[in-house]
């Protein structure tokens, strides 16, 4: 029997976690990622060497990564950050070999595939798109903030809600991610922050199209917590809504949605968020209902350091669904 097509489309930690999960089972795994990031080692990667920011195709093949002993070793190089030197602190190794072997082999993809292969990874990784575009978001004042990372952490205003996010620079799909989404029997959206992991993807030209015309299931999984400055005070339906705007046309395929139960971490925990000024989303349960085909609400989260999805729960929730 052959194995379903998982496609998994975002960035970041919520992305690692899904991965993470799926990877354990018999299933045939893409994770395609936006390369817009320009803060940390990615971003002076970027403005010094001009390539597309490694930081999240790094996290990825990761966590699609061999579980032997070789590769563990290896990922704990990949996942080495110098904490010294005038040049090099800061930088994770990951991002540097990711770097030296874009330029080595001239295409960022060539490495990313040759990095997988030493990893031994189960499954590919691929950019959304090749082209090298800033990420930029209008605040419901007219203001524009630009960069991934003035988004994600901002300063300028961070009391004003975000409006919409569009692109500094025209972004067509990579022809080798947009085979991968319409061969797919499932794309999974999320999870991860909104506007700087998830949405990004969907303002590549190609990008909806090539959802609209698959074949697959779409599953969207909705964060945990809010983000200061990003989704403050935003509501499960909030997030909803926001993907279903970006999706476009593609939101009719909106098969299913993802919300973790209404659970309050440990209070020291809750804590260090409130520091941070995020909290649990709330799950509104009947507008979510009125958004999407169905709504599913269950035990996705664990609470160790931080709040976040379990991947193992995750992976079986989604896996059940695809029945």
Do not use: W
């Not at 067509?172 to 991610?177: E, G, L, P, T, Y």
């Not at 590549?204 to 989704?231: C, P, Q, R, W």
Request: hydrophobic share 40%.
């Amino acid at each position: 029997m052959e194995k379903p097509k998982i496609v998994v489309i975002g960035g970041g930690t919520g992305t690692f976690a899904v991965l993470t999960g799926l990877k354990r089972h018999p299933v045939e795994l893409s994770a395609i990622v936006s390369m817009m990031d320009d803060g940390g080692s990615s971003g002076r990667l970027r403005d010094e060497f001009g390539i597309l920011p490694p930081g999240d195709v790094r996290r990825c093949l990761l966590a699609l990564a061999s579980e032997d002993l070789d590769s563990r070793l290896l990922r704990q190089l990949f996942e080495y950050r110098f904490s010294q030197g005038t040049g090099l602190s800061g930088h994770s190794f990951g991002n540097l070999f990711l770097a030296a072997l874009s330029d080595v082999l001239k295409s960022e993809e060539q490495a990313i595939e040759t990095v997988g292969k030493i990893l031994k990874i189960k499954g590919k990784v691929l950019p959304i798109t090749t082209n090298n575009v800033r990420l930029c978001a209008r605040l419901e004042d007219g203001t524009i903030v630009k960069g991934e990372t003035n988004i994600d952490i901002r300063r300028v205003r961070p009391d004003l809600s975000i409006l919409d996010i569009f692109l500094d620079g025209e972004a067509r799909i990579n022809k080798k991610a947009k085979q991968i989404i319409e061969k797919a029997d499932l794309i999974i959206l999320g999870p991860g922050d909104l506007y700087t992991s998830i949405l990004p993807n969907l303002l590549v030209l190609g990008v909806n199209d090539a959802i609209l015309s698959s074949k697959a299931k779409l599953f969207y999984i909705v964060n945990l917590m809010t983000k200061h400055g990003e989704t403050d005070n935003f509501k499960a339906s909030d997030f909803i809504k926001e993907i279903k705007k970006y999706l476009g046309k593609a939101a009719r395929k909106l098969t299913a949605v993802f919300i973790n139960k209404e659970t309050k971490p440990s209070i020291k925990l809750l804590e260090k968020y409130k520091q941070e000024k995020a909290f649990p989303v709330k799950v509104d349960y009947n507008e979510c209902q009125k958004l999407a085909s169905k709504v599913i609400v269950g035990s996705f989260s664990s609470e160790k350091t931080l709040f976040r999805h379990d991947p193992v729960k995750l992976a079986r929730a989604i896996l059940k669904e695809m029945e």
